[in-house]
């Protein structure tokens, strides 16, 4: 994800593919933070409903843009919610179980993104197809 937003000029900062631990280590979503710029941002946003033009995922697993951070999982409030009930113990075996299930579905999502940007680095007539060379 880092190396094709830089790629297309949009430059991150810090990332992570997501984690689940029963410490209560880090996010159970991949998110990516760009650099605060109006540029950038806008630029993101606007390749992000281009993508979401194409299938709409379910909310848990729909990408986000807040502020500065692409994610998933429902938005940073309701990850370090999660990230906090993890840290205290609060779910359960099969909980856990399931919240790796979702970052998995979340982890798929962000590498579709990065199949959809990487369209976006190959010039048109390798997205239309193979041409004969041969002119009409």
Known sequence: MVAVSNLLGLRTLQSCAGHVNEQGY?????????????AVLSRVAALLDTFHAEGEPSDDV?????????????GYVA???TRQHLAEGLLTRRE?????????????EMQRFVHFLRRQLQPTSQQNG???GRSL
């Open 96 to 108: 856990v179980d399931l919240l790796r299930g979702r970052l998995a579905d979340r982890q798929a």
């Open 79 to 81: 990850l370090e919610r």
């Open 130 to 132: 193979p041409t004969t």
């Open 62 to 74: 729909r990408l986000l843009l807040e502020k500065q951070r692409l994610s998933n999982g429902g």
């Open 26 to 38: 880090q996010h159970a979503a991949p998110w990516v933070d760009f650099v605060v710029d109006d």
